[in-house]
Nanobody, 120 residues
Framework: QVQLVESGGGLVQAGGSLRLSCAVS????????MGWFRQAPGKEREFVAR??NDADSVKGRFTMSRDNSKNTVYLQMNSLQPEDTAVYYC???????????????????WGQGTQVTVSS
């Protein structure tokens, strides 16, 4: 059974930082492409970052990393802005999907999400 449990969300002022964690069981994070997505109210789920065997994923203010010994992936978020407010989800890419993908439909296991709220 695959389980992903996110934590680390909360309320932060604009310009602040948060680090989200995603503890994984049933899958070895070093063997799969892992992704972070977010979904704001009334909007579609959108890709944030991913990591695979090659390297950490850095996208502007956000950095995704992993700790293989803890089977956990992280999302470091810096210089947060109110538009970053959303529920953040981690997910495991379907291994049958060839190549890297940013589409939610290509990820087959998801956590329950953690709320991030950025105040102005």
């Amino acid at each position: 059974q695959v389980q992903l449990v996110e934590s680390g969300g909360g309320l932060v002022q604009a310009g602040g930082s948060l680090r989200l964690s995603c503890a994984v069981s049933g899958r070895t994070v070093s063997s799969y492409t892992m992704g972070w997505f977010r979904q704001a109210p009334g909007k579609e789920r959108e890709f944030v970052a991913r990591i695979n065997n090659d390297a950490d994923s850095v996208k502007g203010r956000f950095t995704m990393s992993r700790d293989n010994s803890k089977n956990t992936v992280y999302l470091q978020m810096n210089s947060l802005q109110p538009e970053d407010t959303a529920v953040y989800y981690c997910a495991v890419q379907n291994p049958q999907i060839v190549g890297l993908t940013t589409l939610p439909k290509d990820y087959d296991y998801w956590g329950q999400g953690t709320q991030v709220t950025v105040s102005s």
